[in-house]
DNA sequence: AAGATGACTAGGT
DNA sequence: GACCTAGCCATCT
């Protein structure tokens, strides 16, 4: 696994309840500010075995960004559940409700 | 090695 | 706000 995809774990697991990251946050806090399709490609691999709060993980906009009417109703109820306050259907209230998580740079 | 792909983003129309 | 384009970067064909 490569140091990456171990600090995007990291951030992830980071966000507490109630609150959510965009892509291009946790690709910045994991060390590469460019990096946002690279945590795409992180939750691909991950989406099945970890624990991980995947679901406070939403797209720049807000908007959560799963493919597929099922899996994005989910996901909503999900944040929702915690508290996340939503802005429209699928777009979560990104002023109240983002999370700054601190940037991880040395090794862990 | 070259092109396509993806749960992305920023900037322009 | 909706839509398009050009960057982005690891992985897969």
Redesign the pocket.
């Known amino acids: 696994m ?1 140091p ?2 171990a600090k995007v774990v990291e951030v992830i697991k980071g966000i507490p309840a109630g609150k959510v990251m ?6 910045a806090a994991a060390g ?10 992180v ?5 099945e075995a970890h624990s991980l709060p ?2 406070r ?5 807000g ?5 597929g009417d099922e ?1 994005r109703y989910t ?1 909503r109820a999900m944040l929702e559940e915690e508290g996340v306050l939503f802005d429209g259907d699928y777009r979560v209230d990104l002023e109240r409700c983002r999370w700054q998580a601190e940037k991880l740079e040395g090794d862990e």
């Open positions: 490569q990456f995809t965009t892509y291009g946050q946790v690709a590469s500010p460019r990096g946002a399709r690279r945590v795409v490609w939750l691909h691999s991950l989406s995947w679901h993980v939403v797209n720049a906009k908007e959560i960004a799963l493919p899996a996901q």
